[in-house]
C-alpha cells in the first residue's frame, strides 16, 4: 500500500496520478505528513482541536473540524457535534458568510458528497466560492474514497489532501475500523504490576497504577462510546466506570455475565449518573433481571454470549470505540474473538508477587514463544511514575 502524501496540482495530468493515488493511499496510517505548509499544518490542528471538542459524542459518525481562512486570518470555524447535526464545514461556511468567497477551507475529513439530512458539503463549498479546500484525509469508505475531492475538483476549486494525515487518521481511528471492518474498534485497556499482576492473590486491585494513570483511562472512558468488564470484575471491584471529574461524558457501562450471578447493590446499578447495560445469556436469573431493569439498568439476552456477539451488537448500535477494561478471562475470551485490536498496557513500578494472582490476559491457547501476538506501531510513554505502552495486534 502507498502512503506517501498526496498533493495536488491544478493541471489535468497531475490531478489524474492524484486520483490513483486517492484510492490507494492513507488507510495504512502514515506516519508524518510533508504535504502543505507549516501554516496549512498549523490550520489542520486547529481543526483536530476543534474536532476533539465533540470527543465521544459523534459515532457512528467522525469526529470533524473545519476552518476557512482568508488573508492568513480564521474566518469562519466548525465542528461536528453529533451524529444527524450538521457538518464541520456547515458552522464554518455559517460564520464566514459571504466572506468565504475566494477563502480557503481546512477540513480534517474529506467534505462528503452525498445528500442525507443536509446537501452534500462539496456543494455547499463550491456554492459558497471558496477558491481552495485543504483535506486532512480522504473518506475511509472505499466506495466514496476521493468522491468529494473530484467533486471540489470539477467545481474548479483547488484541493490539497493529506496535511496532517496521520494526526487525522488517528483521532477518527475508531470510525476508519467501523467502516472499513463493519465492528467497533476494539481496544484492551489493563493496569499491572511490574511483575505482570492486575491484582493481590486475594483479587485486590485498588490501585495498581498512580492517579496519573487513573485520569489517563478517564480520558479514554470519555472517548469511548462503551466499556466493557465480565461478571467477575463487579463481583471483585466494584467499579463505577465513569470518567469522574474529567468530563460530563460518560460512556455506556456495560457488564457481560452469563451466569447473572451478580451483586444485588453495586455501583454500575446506579444509572442516574451513567448508563448501564447487561448483556447475559437467555434464560439467566429472571427475577434479578426484572430487579435490575426496575433500577433503569437495560439489560440485552443473547443465546450465546461471546464478545464478538457483543461486538456485533455494539456496530448495531452505532458504536466507533468499545474499550475493554475487563479481567485476564474475558480479555482472553475478547483476544480470541478478534475484538480486540488496540491495546493499552499501563505498568507501575511495583512487585506484588503471589503464584495465582490475576494477570492481564488468561489462556490463548498458545504454546510456544513463537506464537507471541507481537503488537505494531508500538509507542511508550510515562504517565506519572508508570509506563504506559500502546500497540495494536496484527489484523
Ligand atoms: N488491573 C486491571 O486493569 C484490572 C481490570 C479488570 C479487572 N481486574 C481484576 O481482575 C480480577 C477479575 O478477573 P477475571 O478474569 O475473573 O474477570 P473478568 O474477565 O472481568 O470476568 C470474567 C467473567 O466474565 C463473564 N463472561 C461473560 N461472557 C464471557 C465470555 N465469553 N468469556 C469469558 N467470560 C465471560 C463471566 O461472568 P459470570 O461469571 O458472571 O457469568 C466470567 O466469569 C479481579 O480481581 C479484578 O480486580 C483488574
Ligand atoms: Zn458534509
Known sequence: MDNSPIVAHPDAEANKSQENAINTSTLGYSQSSEVGTDFDARMMQRCLELARRALGCTSPNPMVGAVIVKDGKIIGEGFHPKAGE????????????????????????????????????????????????????????????????????????????????????????????????????????????????????????????????????????VASDAVVIGGNTVRKDNPYLTSHDQSARNPLRVVMSRTLDLPVEAHLWQTEEAPTLVLTSTGAN???????????????????????????????RGFCNVLWECGGTLAASAIKAGAVQKVLAFIAPKIIGGSVAPTPVGDLGLDTMTEALSLERVEMRFVGTDCLIEGYLPL
Open 286 to 316: 429472571p427475577d434479578f433481571q426484572a430487579s435490575l431493569r426496575r433500577r433503569g439498568v437495560e439489560v440485552i439476552e443473547m443465546d450465546l454470549l461471546t464478545p464478538d456477539k457483543a461486538m456485533a451488537y455494539f456496530y448495531e
Open 86 to 221: 450538521p457538518h464541520a464545514e456547515v458552522f464554518a461556511l455559517r460564520e464566514a458568510g459571504e466572506n468565504a468567497r475566494g477563502a480557503t477551507i481546512y477540513v480534517s475529513l474529506e467534505p462528503c458528497n452525498h445528500y442525507g439530512r443536509t446537501p452534500p458539503c462539496s456543494e455547499a463549498v463550491i456554492k459558497a466560492g471558496l477558491a481552495k479546500v485543504v483535506v486532512g484525509m480522504v473518506d475511509p469508505n472505499p466506495l466514496v474514497a476521493g468522491g468529494g475531492i473530484a467533486k471540489l475538483r470539477s467545481g474548479g476549486i483547488e484541493v490539497i489532501v493529506g496535511v496532517e494525515e496521520a494526526a487525522c487518521q488517528k483521532l477518527n481511528e475508531g470510525f476508519i475500523h467501523r467502516i472499513l471492518h463493519r465492528r467497533p474498534l476494539g481496544i484492551l485497556k489493563y493496569a499491572m504490576t511490574l511483575d505482570g499482576k492486575i491484582a493481590t492473590t486475594t483479587g485486590h486491585s485498588a490501585w495498581v497504577t498512580s492517579r496519573d494513570s487513573r485520569n489517563a483511562v478517564y480520558q479514554v472512558r
